[in-house]
């Protein structure tokens, strides 16, 4: 991807997504079924609704069938979670998502080096997040990253991820969250992101 903001956690990083795409009060969110509380946590913060869908047998993430029979008027994204390493249909889920005008959102935290049709994880939807949490193949204790492509949405986020607080300043223009990492959690996932192919192999 072309941008990233580290994050203290995971679930911050997703939650500042669903901030700078606007899901807010009354809004629809999919996410599978089969997951940990901290992909979905950032949907109840904007107050919007939760709706699972099933999981596929074989990779035991969200089914694309199930997605579509789960879309309504008010979805305005999906969150597809890469579980156990395992990666879904990308290929129907982003036919899907782009027919019905949603965003596709990649939870990528168990995913680091995992491939679909050799594209790897971390690059599907308008955006995806890793974690850095203790289990994970790079590990910061905790920790998260945001990945984008979009130059504005990223600029957003980074907005978001300090207090509101303008670049350069300290004016602060509005009320936001507090997600900077500090520097030791940084430091430790840049020494481990220099042995990643060592890590992930």
Not at 31 to 48: E, H, K, L, N
Not at 132 to 159: N, P, S, V, Y
Request: hydrophobic share 35%.
């Amino acid at each position: 991807r072309k941008y990233g903001l580290m994050t203290p956690n995971c679930t911050q990083a997703l939650h500042l997504l669903l901030e700078g795409l606007n899901i807010k009060d009354g809004d629809e969110v999919i996410v599978p079924d089969c997951t940990w509380i901290g992909s979905v946590a950032g949907i109840t913060y904007q107050r919007a609704k939760t709706v699972f869908a099933d999981i596929h047998p074989i990779n035991w993430c969200i089914c694309p069938k199930s997605l579509e029979k789960n879309i309504t008027k008010k979805t305005k994204a999906v969150i597809v979670v890469n579980l156990f390493g395992n990666m879904p249909n990308y290929d129907e889920l982003k036919e899907i998502c782009d027919r019905h005008n949603i965003y596709l959102i990649e939870d990528s935290a168990e995913s680091l080096g995992s491939k679909f049709k050799n594209q790897k994880s971390g690059s599907f939807g308008v955006g995806s997040t890793f974690s850095f949490h203790r289990t994970k193949t790079i590990t910061t204790g905790e920790g998260g990253m945001l990945l984008l492509d979009d130059m504005d949405l990223f600029q957003r986020c980074k907005f978001l991820r300090d207090h509101g607080r303008q670049p350069g300043t300290y004016f602060n223009t509005e009320v936001t969250f507090k997600y900077m990492p500090f520097n030791i959690q940084a430091a430790l996932g840049y020494a481990q992101f220099l042995r990643i192919d060592e890590l992930v192999g």
